[in-house]
Nanobody, 119 residues
Framework: QVQLVESGGGLVQPGGSLRLSCVAS????????MGWYRQAPGKQRELVAG???????NYADSVKGRFTISRDNAKNTVYLQMNSLKPEDTAVYAC?????????????WGQGTQVTVSS
């Protein structure tokens, strides 16, 4: 079982920045594809950004050019740098870790951290 612990959420004004962190409790962190998802009230959960074990990155169109995902395998941590935040970025942001090995899927979620963008 892998535990994921997010931090870095909070209240920020429009145009501001936050950096989210997600620390994973596994010695095989480098083998996991990592993702940041968000869910706003009344909306479906959506993928914000993902980074594979090989370093391939993808972003939702709504955050391209504003958010940056990165990972530090030595620290078992994935980051989400969020700049130029907008009120519509308000949501609970959760970290996901996933890997496929020997026909089995390993899929873990963090508890989430609230991001509120408001003046």
């Amino acid at each position: 079982q892998v535990q994921l612990v997010e931090s870095g959420g909070g209240l920020v004004q429009p145009g501001g920045s936050l950096r989210l962190s997600c620390v994973a409790s596994t010695s095989t962190f480098s083998m996991y594809n990592m993702g940041w998802y968000r869910q706003a009230p009344g909306k479906q959960r959506e993928l914000v950004a993902g980074i594979t074990s090989g370093g391939i990155i993808n972003y939702a169109d709504s955050v391209k050019g504003r958010f940056t995902i990165s990972r530090d395998n030595a620290k078992n941590t994935v980051y989400l740098q969020m700049n130029s935040l907008k009120p519509e970025d308000t949501a609970v942001y959760a970290c996901n870790a996933k890997k496929f090995r020997l026909g089995r899927t390993y899929d873990y979620w963090g508890q989430g951290t609230q991001v509120t963008v408001s003046s």
